[in-house]
Every structure is written in structure tokens, then in C-alpha cells.
């Protein structure tokens, strides 16, 4: 697609229910980045796909942080038992290479009540 | 850990003032460096970047910025603000084989009309 789509734009959800957040990136992106940006508070990365390398998970808080990429394009963010503190905008950017620059989404606004 | 810093939380200009966003990063090797503009209510979008070559580089909208090795600096400029610049900044650090951005903290920007 023309740039990286991310759904829903919007989630509110309950304390201890999953939800996943969906990342469809620019088509022929080989790196797929998700970053997490809370009130005030800078882009905290949390992590990183390239190509069918195995994904860098180094950023991710917590157990219940998943994410895959199906076929080295869309990608899945999944956090489990939603806690308070997951209340964040989650970005998903793509970028040609690795060293490339990135391309964001417009992200996902998760509200945890 | 790779970190970098911005100098000022939130500035508050008038419009046709002269602009400067400070940007420090701890990493003594190569990189690749980037700013990144949020205006409200939209994603982020690429500012300029810097790979190599000429340590001063333009992006758009009138703005620019200049690399220092020495000092580890990355500093935004604009000549004169518009109001239409009101936005959050945000610096960012590739070393070069590394895996993934460090973001600043980001900078709020306020131009007055």
C-alpha cells in the first residue's frame, strides 16, 4: 500500500482482556518496527522484525507482549491481561533496509479501563 | 545502552523567531541520525536525516540541522517559525549495524501568532 496501515486507530478495552493490534506495512518494507509512545514520554521501541530473521524482542516489557509477522509483511502485536500501564499509542513503522528510514503509521491508541 | 537527549521539554516561540532544537546521543561509533516531526493529531513524519557527507543537511519546510561529531550533536534549526510549525520534535540515532532507532524524549513546540 501507498503507506503503513494500522487498525483499529482506536481500542478501549477492560483490565485482563487481550486485544490485538494489526500492522500492515509498505509493500516490500523487509524491516517492521513496533514502538510504544505514552503520555508525555518519548517512542519506547519494543520490537523489531527483519526479513525471516529471527525477531529482535528486546524491547518488549513484559511476558505478555507477543508479536509476530506472517509471510514478512503484516504483524500482529498481541498483549495479554491488559494492565493500566499498557495504555499507550502503539506505532508500527517499515523501513527498506534496516538502516533506512523509517515510515510510521498513524498507530493505535489502546485505553485500558 | 545507546541514549539520546533533547534539550528542552517544551519551547514557545512567535512566529518569524529563529529556531534551534538541541540533540545529544551517547555512542561513540557510526551513525545514522534523523529528525522526526508529529503534528497534532497526525503520525510521525521524517524531517531530514543524515547518513554521510555534508554535516549539514535541509529537510523540508525551510528546516535544517547540522551534525557535530565532536560534540555528539544533531541540533534542529529554522530561520524564522511559522505558526504552522507547531508540532512535537523528536531527534533520532541509528548506529550503524545496530538493530533499531533510540528516539529523544522529544521537544514541544508552541509558535505564537
Known amino acids: 500500500g501507498a503507506g503503513v496501515s494500522q487498525s483499529p486507530s482506536n481500542k478501549v478495552t477492560e483490565k485482563g482482556k487481550d486485544v490485538e493490534l494489526r500492522c500492515d506495512p509498505i509493500?516490500?518494507?523487509?524491516?517492521l518496527y513496533w514502538y510504544r509512545q505514552s503520555l508525555g514520554q518519548g517512542l519506547e521501541f519494543l520490537i523489531y522484525?527483519?526479513?525471516?530473521?529471527?525477531?529482535?524482542k528486546s524491547g518488549l516489557p513484559s511476558d505478555r507482549f507477543s508479536a509476530e509477522r506472517t509471510g514478512g509483511s503484516v504483524s500482529t502485536l498481541t498483549i495479554q491481561r491488559t494492565q493500566q500501564e499498557d495504555s499507550a499509542v502503539y506505532l508500527c513503522?517499515?523501513?527498506?533496509?534496516?538502516?533506512?528510514?523509517?515510515?510510521f503509521g498513524s498507530g493505535t491508541r489502546l485505553t485500558v479501563v | 545502552a545507546q541514549s539520546v537527549s533533547q534539550h528542552n521539554h517544551h519551547v514557545i516561540l512567535s512566529e518569524a523567531a529563529s529556531l534551534e532544537l538541541g540533540c545529544n546521543y551517547s555512542?561513540?561509533?557510526?551513525?545514522?541520525l534523523f529528525w522526526y516531526v508529529q503534528y497534532p493529531g497526525q503520525h510521525l513524519q521524517l524531517l531530514l536525516k543524515?547518513?554521510?557527507?555534508?554535516?549539514l543537511v535541509k529537510g523540508i519546510k525551510g528546516f535544517e540541522a547540522e551534525f557535530i561529531k565532536s560534540k555528539f550533536s544533531f541540533n534542529l534549526r529554522k530561520p524564522s517559525v511559522q505558526w504552522s510549525d507547531t508540532a512535537e520534535y523528536f531527534c533520532?540515532?541509528?548506529?550503524?549495524?545496530?538493530?533499531?532507532?533510540?528516539f529523544g524524549p522529544g521537544t514541544r513546540l508552541s509558535v505564537l501568532p
Open positions: 513503522a517499515s523501513s527498506l533496509r534496516r538502516e533506512s528510514d523509517y515510515t
Open positions: 543524515y547518513f554521510s557527507g555534508d554535516p
Open positions: 522484525f527483519q526479513g525471516n530473521s529471527a525477531p529482535d
Open positions: 555512542y561513540g561509533g557510526t551513525v545514522n
Open positions: 509493500s516490500g518494507h523487509t524491516a
Open positions: 533520532a540515532v541509528n548506529p550503524v549495524g545496530g538493530q533499531n532507532f533510540v
